[in-house]
């Protein structure tokens, strides 16, 4: 294995706009100390300077790092450099690269003594500037359409999004380290299922060294062990090529539907180890009949619901190894089993890939293209060959990837630009990915493009979709049905308000909400509207809520907050349980987890990694096992109980009518049992024996009740117990605010620094909500029947999200939409 890295200390310098400096230019400048892997932007950040005030794309950054070492042979290894960089190493020019996204490898001879690495990079601006063929459609989502000829992120490029920084510099690692004797420079791994089930692993991999084998070469794993053949190669190094197979493999599951087993692969030579691998079995098949998209993993279809996974600090695109597994627990805690890497902005890190394998998580792994007409050229097809031959060889034997995706609104840009249909064609798109992931993910499902399938691109009832009707294009939420949606791999775009503690660590006060300049930074914005993603939460707070939010926000700007919180909770609870309980849908992934700012962005955990208000309702509606409510008008209410499960479910199911806010009027109880892998209805007139105007659909009379209690008590065949509880207003969101429900909430300690904390209610709470700083309640935002108590627990959370190193007694407040007064938290 590789012997341990040099420490390389580096400092960086600005050259100004369209600077094109050379080595021997470079007295005066004004270096100071960088951080590598860093951004310029990072830097900036880092010295007090606001990055958001320059225009990085038109400046010349220069990097360098000064070291000593005997003389030998050294490998220097650059992860990522954004984006156009030219390497020097003393007087040697190593590098020239236009490819943030490709990774770079080099063999160096160096003598005893000083040395000095040199990296420029050059303005983008100016590499854009010669003139080169058009494409066939401009879009409007950057202003510079050339870009398509340069291989970096859109991330700060996009005016309409959120402001993030330009990715420029180093911003993954580079490392530099002597040469070993032996070293793996190139492989293909893949793992398979056989129908004996055993799994089979096969390796070639290319090794780089001087002389003959120290030894007979090996491939082991869970006790087995396979000879490897060794032949001589062209280069003067090995090809070592073998293949095992283990008996009896466990299968990987999405966590939403099994366990995660997962194997150490090791080669030997000898008594040296060359490398380790870590793999897993499963199979994945993807129909696509009849217009669907079906994954189906060991042979079960698999609802996949989840979201895009944003950079957590969009300013050095790298995360802490705390605030990863802390933003990943919280993609995981919400039940989510898809994560989508989004084409607008950069390959993952092998650490966020390890805690897919690890948790269960299906990658949906989009190519870094997205919204431009890329080139048919062929040294930029190369190019690109190159960055995905490399990155695809860091998916193989990973059981979480799923689908490989090779661009993101190409077909839809060139269909709503006028392009002919015949005119869809894309060489890059349509035969080198393919035949990339063909040759190096085998088994991988592939899509040129989403949205995609239908009369058109933007069909929702065909292929893939994008669905923002509910939200952009203000449908009415019974459009979530109309749609027949199968599979949306972006939706429900809102912007989200984070909880109060955010709202008062990020702008100091809630009325500074809606109309601060940094607040609105978050927003997006459509290209060619008006309006932006928290005009579209105002159309829907107006309609359920039935008050002006304008005049809210200027009297009550806290109340204003909690109604647009409650809106989106609304409004994504609609549209995801038809989603769920349409089987002709199969998916359903949200365009983002986490906001890339602080703010209301469009994310469901907020910037500092806090949980926003529709993360709570989502944990709950993608449980494995599900309890889901749809008002089906003068059919009744429907019940639909999910279970994910492998193992049988039975049980009582309870319908209660509540009236009043604290009265249950009538109850009844079915015996009920839900099949492993499926979904179940129940129609409220199941229930009662006689006419029950349970969704107020027929309106005889004056509503006898305001709410309507669903309970599920149950147990699985393996002896687990499952107990759920939703709630269905017949009368809609808009009810009357109390001044006091008799709301209480009483803390205690619980084992490993946890707290359990119980809220009471005298009467019916509407989406009670618990703000307790420092601390993630494991539920917030959901309703509570009177006289009911829920013991819920409080786990400690630094302000990323990540476990607090101090573990302070919990303080805070319960709410509930429908009251004024609020509770205090109590302790003993």
Excluded at 163 to 188: E, F, M, N, T
Excluded at 451 to 474: C, E, I, K, R
Aim: hydrophobic fraction near 40%; proline fraction near 7%; glycine fraction near 10%.
């Amino acid at each position: 294995m590789a012997d341990p890295a040099l420490t390389l200390r580096w400092e960086a310098a600005p050259a100004g706009s369209g600077g094109g400096l050379e080595p021997g230019q470079l007295a005066g400048l004004d270096w100071v100390a960088a951080p590598v892997p860093g951004t310029v932007a990072e830097l900036l950040r880092n010295t007090g300077e606001p990055w958001e005030r320059r225009r990085l794309d038109d400046e010349e950054w220069w990097y360098r790092a000064d070291f000593d070492t005997p003389a030998g042979s050294y490998l220097l290894e650059f992860d990522g450099l954004a984006t156009v960089c030219d390497a020097w190493v003393d007087d040697r020019h190593v590098l020239h690269s236009e490819n943030m996204f490709r990774t770079h490898r080099m063999t160096l001879g160096l003598e005893g003594g000083d040395h000095r690495i040199l990296l420029r990079f050059a303005s983008l601006t100016d590499r854009l500037r010669p003139r080169r063929p058009r494409p066939r459609w401009r879009t409007f989502l950057v202003d510079q359409q050339s870009l398509r000829w340069v291989r970096t992120s859109l991330l700060g490029r996009m005016p309409e999004w959120t402001l993030a920084a330009v990715p420029l510099g180093p911003y993954r690692p580079i490392r530099l380290q002597p040469a070993l004797a032996r070293r793996v420079v190139s492989r293909d791994l893949v793992a398979t299922c056989l129908d004996d089930g055993a799994g089979r692993v096969e390796l070639t991999a290319v090794v780089e060294a001087a002389g003959e084998p120290v030894g007979p070469a090996t491939l082991s794993a869970a006790g087995v062990e396979a000879t490897v053949r060794t032949e001589r190669n062209a280069s003067g190094g090995w090809t070592l090529t073998a293949a095992l197979e283990i008996p009896g493999v466990e299968r990987w599951w999405p966590h939403t539907h099994g366990p995660q087993p997962l194997y150490d692969v090791e080669l030997r030579m000898g008594d040296e180890v060359l490398d380790r691998y870590r793999v897993g079995f499963r199979t994945i098949e993807v129909d696509r009949s009849d217009g669907g998209f079906r994954i189906s993993v060991n042979g079960t279809p698999v609802f996949c619901r989840g979201a895009g996974w944003m950079p957590t600090d969009p300013v050095t695109l790298r995360e802490s190894p705390d605030e990863l597994r802390a933003t990943f627990d919280l993609f995981v805690a919400a039940n989510f089993n898809m994560i989508r890497f989004v084409g607008t902005t950069v390959y993952p890190s092998d650490a966020l890939l390890d805690l897919c394998d690890e948790r269960g998580v299906l990658v949906w792994q989009d190519c870094m293209f997205a919204h431009l007409d890329p080139p048919d050229d062929p040294g930029f097809r190369d190019e690109v060959g190159h960055e995905l031959a490399g990155h695809f060889r860091r998916l193989q034997g990973r059981p979480s990837l799923a689908v490989v995706c090779g661009s993101t609104e190409v077909e839809e840009q060139a269909y709503m630009l006028g392009l002919d249909r015949a005119d869809w064609t894309f060489p890059l798109l349509d035969d080198d990915i393919p035949a990339l992931a063909e040759r190096h993910l085998p088994g991988a499902a592939y899509v040129r493009s989403t949205p995609t399938g239908g009369a058109n691109p933007m069909s929702m009832d065909q292929g893939l979709s994008h669905y923002f009707g509910v939200g952009g294009f203000l449908q009415p939420f019974t459009d979530a049905r109309r749609a027949g949606v199968r599979f949306s791999t972006e939706c429900l775009m809102f912007a989200v308000p984070p909880e109060p503690s955010s709202v008062e660590d990020g702008f100091g006060a809630d009325f500074k909400a809606g109309h601060d300049p940094a607040w609105k930074a978050t927003l997006h914005r459509d290209t060619g509207r008006s309006s932006d993603t928290e005009d579209y939460v105002s159309f829907y707070l107006r309609r359920l809520f039935e008050v002006d939010p304008i005049l809210l926000r200027h009297t009550r700007p806290g109340r204003a907050l909690d109604l647009s919180r409650a809106t989106v909770v609304e409004a994504m609870t609609a549209v995801l349980t038809e989603f769920r309980i349409n089987p002709r849908c199969d998916g359903a992934l949200l365009l983002a987890l986490r906001d890339l700012r602080p703010g209301a962005g469009f994310g469901v955990v907020d910037a500092a990694g806090r949980p926003k208000a529709p993360w709570f309702a989502l944990r709950r509606l993608f449980e494995p096992v599900a309890v889901l409510l749809s008002d089906e008008g003068l059919n009744g209410l429907a019940v639909h109980v999910a279970n994910d499960t492998g193992t049988r479910l039975s049980g009582q199911l309870g319908m209660s009518l509540l009236a009043d806010g604290c009265l249950e009027i009538d109850r009844s109880v079915l015996e009920v049992e839900v099949p492993p892998r499926s979904v179940v209805s129940w129609r409220s007139d199941e229930f009662f024996g006689s006419f029950r105007d349970v969704t107020y659909a027929y309106r005889f009379t004056r509503p006898a009740h305001d709410a309507v209690s669903v309970s599920l008590s149950a147990a699985t065949t393996d002896g687990s117990a499952v107990s759920r509880q939703e709630y269905f207003l017949p009368l809609g969101p808009a009810r009357p605010q109390e001044h006091d429900l008799g709301l209480l909430a009483r803390a205690r300690p619980a084992e490993g620094g946890d707290w359990e904390v119980e809220v009471s209610t005298d009467r019916f709470a509407q989406y009670v909500a618990l703000d307790v700083p420092g601390y993630l309640p494991s539920d917030s935002w959901f309703h509570l029947g009177p006289a009911t108590t829920r013991t819920l627990r409080l786990t400690p959370a630094g302000p990323t999200g990540a476990p607090s190193g101090e573990v302070r007694a919990p303080t805070g407040e319960v709410r509930a939409l429908n009251a004024v007064v609020t509770a205090r938290l109590e302790r003993p």
